[in-house]
């Protein structure tokens, strides 16, 4: 196998040497080849996604819906976010986006990434599309260091809470039965994750694709979800298995 025939997609396209630079710069960030765009693109992160204070906060919200797909009102934006194919990007009103958030609506044929109204996404989570698509619902409220990443479909209901460093794997279940080719050219299988509503993840949660977890479920810190949690349960553990029911409590009383 030569050396090009073991690159991703992703690399093959990046690193031809037959691309321009700014072709490939353009795929990367924008998703299309228009210079005007890009350049309408390039003065607005120039101007306002660095700058520090009410200055700051005033003109990404009233610059940063000019490249978005759309933006609710009262919706705002930290400093230094990174915005990759920002026209797949649509943000509900009164949501709040904290310093170094990434959002990647990254994909050729994906609808990309569909924030509802009053979320909260607190500082350096990445939102991350490899042509897939992320839905995160109205109210939820994902904490500090946390990353979402679609190969297909991540879905994630509303008034979700989230402790930090949780990290939601919606893809990258790679086959290596062969030895003859390298891993990262084998075959990815990719279902996709479904999270409901009212779902709250301790620190340090990590759900990996294919698993569906119910309404009102409440997972311990450090836990590892491979397999799906029905509804109102708690569970935890690495794997992580329901504990008790939630509902039980209640009946108790």
């Given amino acids: 196998?030569?050396?090009?025939?073991?690159?991703?997609?992703?690399?093959?396209?990046?690193?031809?040497?037959?691309?321009?630079?700014?072709?490939?710069?353009?795929?990367?960030?924008?998703?299309?080849?228009?210079?005007?765009?890009?350049?309408?693109?390039?003065?607005?992160?120039?101007?306002?996604?660095?700058?520090?204070?009410?200055?700051?906060?005033?003109?990404?919200?009233?610059?940063?819906?000019?490249?978005?797909g759309s933006v609710g009102r009262g919706s705002v934006f930290g400093r230094n976010m990174t915005l990759r194919h920002p026209h797949k990007i649509r943000i509900g009103s009164r949501c709040i986006l904290d310093d170094a958030v990434v959002l990647d609506a990254k994909g050729d044929a994906n609808t990309g990434i569909a924030i509802g109204d009053d979320v909260v996404i607190a500082r350096n989570t990445v939102i991350s599309c490899k042509g897939g698509d992320i839905t995160i619902g109205d109210g939820s409220n994902i904490s500090l260091n946390c990353m979402i990443h679609s190969e297909k479909?991540?879905?994630?209901?509303?008034?979700?809470?989230?402790?930090?460093?949780?990290?939601?794997?919606?893809?990258?279940?790679?086959?290596?039965?062969?030895?003859?080719?390298?891993?990262?050219?084998?075959?990815?299988?990719?279902?996709?994750?479904?999270?409901?509503?009212?779902?709250?993840?301790?620190?340090?949660?990590?759900?990996?694709?294919?698993?569906?977890?119910?309404?009102?479920?409440?997972?311990?810190?450090?836990?590892?979800?491979?397999?799906?949690?029905?509804?109102y349960k708690l569970a935890a553990g690495t794997p992580a298995r329901a504990i008790r029911d939630r509902r039980e409590h209640e009946e108790a009383k």
């Fill in 1 to 68: 196998m030569t050396h090009e025939e073991a690159k991703t997609e992703l690399q093959s396209t990046l690193t031809d040497i037959r691309i321009s630079a700014l072709k490939k710069y353009q795929m990367m960030v924008m998703g299309h080849t228009c210079i005007w765009t890009l350049i309408w693109y390039e003065c607005v992160m120039l101007l306002c996604n660095g700058m520090p204070g009410a200055l700051g906060f005033f003109l990404r919200k009233l610059l940063y819906p000019s490249i978005l």
């Fill in 153 to 231: 479909s991540v879905v994630i209901g509303r008034h979700n809470l989230w402790a930090a460093y949780c990290y939601i794997i919606g893809g990258g279940n790679h086959r290596f039965d062969r030895t003859d080719i390298p891993i990262i050219q084998q075959p990815s299988h990719v279902e996709g994750i479904v999270m409901e509503d009212d779902i709250w993840l301790g620190a340090g949660v990590k759900i990996l694709d294919g698993c569906r977890i119910g309404r009102g479920v409440v997972i311990g810190a450090g836990s590892l979800v491979n397999r799906s949690i029905d509804d």
